[in-house]
């Protein structure tokens, strides 16, 4: 799969663990030690598929509510505490960050407590660059609701996060966002938006969507400090091709 991506024109991977973590393999009936080996084996998978080209691996880091199988990184709101949340995503993150990926692609976050938290824990792993996206329900507000430009204020005293933005947000969105982000003075910008298509936990993709095409990617282009531009669920290489050829200049 990384090499369809890579094919297509892609310049940065994204390892496949999104949602992989101790307490997720263990109500699964897996171990912790499992959960472990699949996050090491997930970059060790990219890395291999880009060595070679001029190409970055990104280790993704998805939010709690992955695990919880019911929508919640389209919602937020966990209704669990802090401390819960800062557990959950260390021992991740000290698993990965032993690994040595390029960056991490801290993703689909839908709530800024959850950042907080993040900004938290990422503290303890200073030397890995991070971009960190949201997922968002319409052009101005995260799943959650919050206003999207006070992601720019919680994450900006976390100097390993060198970009923010969105990502499987539908793709009509995302300029207005990126916009809001820019105008908060965002120091670098990431949108990776899905195709437009609504999740439910038990029917999974439905809907029409939207074509990641030329005339989107390049509103997202013009909008100051923009650093990445990619796609999420539903973009396959295709599309990811098409946007290679749009950003080729």
Avoid: K
């Avoid at 690994?99 to 030397?127: C, H, K, R, W």
């Avoid at 670098?188 to 990641?212: F, I, K, M």
């Amino acid at each position: 799969m990384h090499d369809a991506y890579l094919d297509a024109g892609a310049r940065v991977v994204v390892t496949a663990s999104y949602q992989v973590s101790r307490e997720g393999f263990v109500a699964a009936g897996r171990t912790a030690a499992e959960a472990d080996a699949a996050l090491r084996t997930a970059v060790d998978v990219a890395r291999g598929a880009v060595t070679g080209r001029n190409a970055l691996v990104a280790a993704s880091i998805g939010p709690y509510g992955a695990i919880l199988h019911d929508g919640s990184e389209y919602r937020g709101r966990y209704g669990v505490s802090r401390d819960r949340l800062i557990d959950f995503h260390s021992e991740r993150l000290e698993v990965i960050a032993s690994t040595q990926p390029d960056l991490l692609a801290i993703e689909t976050i839908p709530d800024l407590d959850e950042v907080s938290a993040l900004v938290e824990v990422l503290a303890d792993f200073p030397g890995i660059p991070a971009w960190l996206t949201l997922s968002c329900s319409d052009g101005a507000h995260t799943s959650a609701g919050q206003s999207i430009e006070d992601l720019v204020t919680v994450t900006e005293h976390a100097p390993s996060i060198r970009a923010v933005g969105v990502n499987c947000t539908a793709p009509e969105y995302v300029a207005s966002l990126l916009g809001c982000l820019s105008d908060a003075g965002a120091p670098a910008l990431v949108a990776y938006p899905n195709s437009g298509r609504a999740w439910s936990p038990t029917a999974g993709w439905s809907g029409e969507g939207t074509d990641v095409g030329e005339d989107l990617v390049s509103r997202w282009r013009e909008v100051p400090r923009v650093a990445l531009i990619g796609g999420c669920c539903g973009v396959g290489p295709d599309s990811v091709a098409a946007i290679a050829r749009t950003l080729s200049d």
